[in-house]
């Protein structure tokens, strides 16, 4: 799904090398879930135990209930411990009646689109983009996590990648899957995100409403 940004040196290291796995929350149904499928759980299970992402010892999560449980789960597993952030959190979409196809559309389409009283992309993108960065200052020459929904982890990729939003992209995002990034004096991509090693891979649109896709 995605093209790698920059491959690595080998054998060169200059600088202090941060990993960081971008992991997405487990399955749940509808934009406004608060609770994953039994499905999603077993995938985060699956996921931890996969080796796909190793010796993380600190997990970021969004504040939401799926990026907690999720959290959760993975801490357990990983023998590690959790830390919230809200500037991991999911798009403000703004209507609390919930956000249609259209205004998603339209969204992707356009980074600088705004719902009523809710965030853009390009905003997201910035502020989402800010938070990991200070989160690796932190980090250096370390590895750690972040577990947030596949929005975000969209979002990351094109900040890192200055690639072009598309709405398709988000919709053939997985549950449970893992991206790795590194970071010295700047991001690269070392591994897309994948979810293909779980026994039931499931994506967005699997997940959303007929209506929305």
Known sequence: MF??????????????RTIVYVITVGEYRG??????????????????????ATGVRILYSATDKVSGKSAEILAKEFESKVQKMDCLDMV?????????????EKMWQNEEYQPKNGESLAEVRERF??????????H??????????????????????????????????GYAACATYEYSRGWSVVMPSDNSYLSEPTTVGDSLSDEMT
């Open 3 to 16: 093209e790698y940004v920059q491959e690595r040196e080998i054998g060169k290291r200059l600088e202090p």
């Open 31 to 52: 934009l406004n879930s608060q609770k994953l499928t039994e499905r999603g759980e077993n995938q985060l299970l699956e996921m931890a135990r996969s080796r796909v």
């Open 92 to 104: 403000k979409f703004g209507d609390k009646s919930g956000i249609t196809k259209e205004e998603l």
């Open 129 to 138: 983009g800010t938070c990991m960065g200070s989160i690796v200052a932190n």
């Open 140 to 173: 250096q020459d370390d590895v750690f996590a972040v577990v947030v929904d596949p929005f975000l982890a969209v979002l990351f990729y094109t900040h890192i990648a200055a690639a072009p939003l598309d709405v398709n992209e988000w919709y053939s995002a």
